[in-house]
């Protein structure tokens, strides 16, 4: 099925906390990455499908922040996840996403990076980390557009921001 080009779709697109049982969806959806947006999702070089199986088996469904962009239909076309730690300052999370292509310039991971946010702060959190490679420009505009701040050190961008309510 492709996705319509039409903006009025953004209408039908929820996002929605998903757990174990979407794993097959989410699988599916790191699957349609093409090769170089796969490297660019997880900030390497090739990543082969046997490693984006073993990545969704490892997600913390329950204590991870996983959420999904669900068009008309029920197709799970971006991911949100957000995997939190404790660090010195407290508890942060690390969030990181992926959109399939023909949605992408519509908003959707700005939508994403906001719920997150929002759960960060229900959590009381300290901040939210996000990583990308210097070249994913998709990601940086979307990282500037949330006032984060932004370091760039060797082809690698290192975002922060801190938690916000979920009408900031």
């Known amino acids: 099925?492709?996705?319509?080009?039409?903006?009025?779709?953004?209408?039908?697109i929820s996002i929605v906390a998903l757990d174990t049982g979407?794993?097959?969806?989410?699988?599916?959806?790191?699957?349609?990455?093409?090769?170089?947006?796969?490297?660019?999702?997880?900030?390497?070089?090739?990543?082969?499908?046997?490693?984006?199986?073993?990545?969704?088996a490892s997600i913390r469904f329950g204590e991870d922040t996983v959420l999904g962009a669900v068009a008309a239909g029920g197709r799970i076309v971006a991911l949100g996840h957000a995997c939190w730690f404790r660090s010195a300052e407290g508890l942060v999370a690390e969030a990181a996403?992926?959109?399939?292509?023909?949605?992408?310039?519509?908003?959707?991971?700005?939508?994403?990076?906001?719920?997150?946010?929002?759960?960060?702060?229900?959590?009381?959190?300290a901040a939210v980390l996000c990583?990308?490679?210097?070249?994913?420009?998709?990601?940086?505009?979307v990282l500037v557009a949330a006032e984060m701040a932004i370091e760039?050190?060797?082809g690698e961008v290192s975002a922060r921001g801190a938690a916000l309510p979920a009408h900031a």
């Open 1 to 12: 099925m492709a996705p319509s080009n039409d903006l009025a779709d953004l209408d039908n």
């Open 152 to 154: 760039v050190e060797d």
């Open 22 to 56: 979407h794993a097959p969806a989410l699988l599916e959806h790191l699957l349609r990455l093409s090769v170089d947006d796969r490297g660019l999702r997880f900030c390497a070089g090739t990543v082969p499908e046997g490693v984006l199986a073993k990545y969704v």
């Open 97 to 125: 996403f992926s959109v399939d292509e023909g949605w992408r310039c519509r908003g959707i991971a700005r939508r994403l990076l906001q719920a997150i946010r929002s759960d960060a702060s229900e959590r009381e959190a």
């Open 131 to 141: 990583q990308c490679l210097a070249r994913n420009r998709p990601m940086r505009r």
